[in-house]
């Protein structure tokens, strides 16, 4: 006659106990580490170029116009002390200073959307050039304050399409109520940046422009 022994069905219970708490637990963890992000905000868009263009557009008007200077106050400081002036007015770059300026003078020719201005006061050795695009060259927008730094930007792309994105804020407030295909001949007052490369010729951005 054959026996069999008894098992009792605790261990088993009691592992499935133990299961069912680890499991518990892991979730929880998994829970408090779960980062919520809203849909539609920054973290799940990621940067938005436009969105930054239209923030930081009107404080770098603003900070350009409040220490923009009269071509003929800078060409006497260049002239006297070139790394002076630019200590004093600009704001340093790898390559030259970018400078603020304001200015009224009569239109020139133009050729791809930059014009030469004739301000009075200025030597004829001293060319002074606007450009009002349709295309804006340069970063010199974006660099003209010394508050937007590369390490605010998660790679190179970003930072370069924060550049364009505030030059295209630029023309959207200040050049597109203006024809700029016909300027020659008219008188502008204009307030902008350029950057120090060559102290004979200055190709200035604008962030305010009148036509009158």
């Given at each position: 006659?054959?026996?069999?022994?008894?098992?009792?069905?605790?261990?088993?219970?009691?592992?499935?106990?133990?299961?069912?708490?680890?499991?518990?637990?892991?979730?929880?963890?998994?829970?408090?580490?779960?980062?919520?992000?809203?849909?539609?905000?920054?973290?799940?868009?990621?940067?938005?170029?436009?969105?930054?263009?239209?923030e930081q557009f009107p404080?770098?008007?603003?900070?350009?116009?409040?220490?923009?200077?009269?071509?003929?106050?800078?060409?006497?400081?260049?002239?006297?002390?070139?790394?002076a002036a630019g200590e004093?007015?600009?704001?340093?770059?790898?390559?030259?200073?970018?400078?603020?300026?304001?200015?009224?003078?009569?239109?020139?020719?133009?050729?791809?959307?930059?014009?030469?201005?004739?301000?009075?006061?200025?030597?004829?050795?001293?060319?002074?050039?606007?450009?009002?695009?349709?295309?804006?060259?340069?970063?010199?927008?974006?660099?003209?304050?010394?508050?937007?730094?590369?390490?605010?930007?998660?790679?190179?792309?970003?930072?370069?399409?924060?550049?364009?994105?505030?030059?295209?804020?630029?023309?959207?407030?200040?050049?597109?109520?203006?024809?700029?295909?016909?300027?020659?001949?008219?008188?502008?007052?204009?307030?902008?940046?350029?950057?120090?490369?060559?102290?004979?010729?200055?190709?200035?951005?604008?962030?305010?422009?009148?036509?009158?």
């Open positions: 006659m054959s026996t069999y022994a008894s098992i009792s069905p605790a261990p088993a219970k009691k592992r499935r106990y133990i299961g069912i708490v680890i499991a518990s637990v892991l979730i929880g963890a998994m829970a408090l580490d779960t980062n919520v992000i809203p849909i539609g905000s920054q973290e799940e868009t990621g940067f938005s170029a436009e969105r930054y263009g239209a404080l770098v008007r603003e900070d350009v116009e409040a220490r923009a200077i009269e071509p003929a106050t800078l060409i006497a400081e260049l002239d006297a002390d070139q790394q004093r007015y600009g704001v340093a770059t790898s390559i030259g200073p970018i400078l603020p300026i304001t200015f009224s003078g009569v239109v020139g020719e133009g050729r791809n959307g930059i014009y030469e201005v004739q301000v009075a006061g200025v030597p004829d050795s001293l060319t002074i050039r606007l450009q009002t695009g349709p295309a804006i060259n340069g970063t010199d927008l974006r660099d003209a304050t010394g508050s937007i730094e590369f390490g605010q930007f998660t790679n190179q792309i970003e930072y370069q399409d924060a550049g364009a994105a505030i030059n295209d804020e630029m023309k959207r407030q200040v050049l597109d109520e203006i024809d700029t295909s016909a300027l020659s001949g008219e008188r502008v007052t204009a307030t902008g940046v350029f950057k120090l490369i060559n102290p004979d010729n200055w190709l200035v951005t604008p962030v305010s422009l009148q036509v009158q």
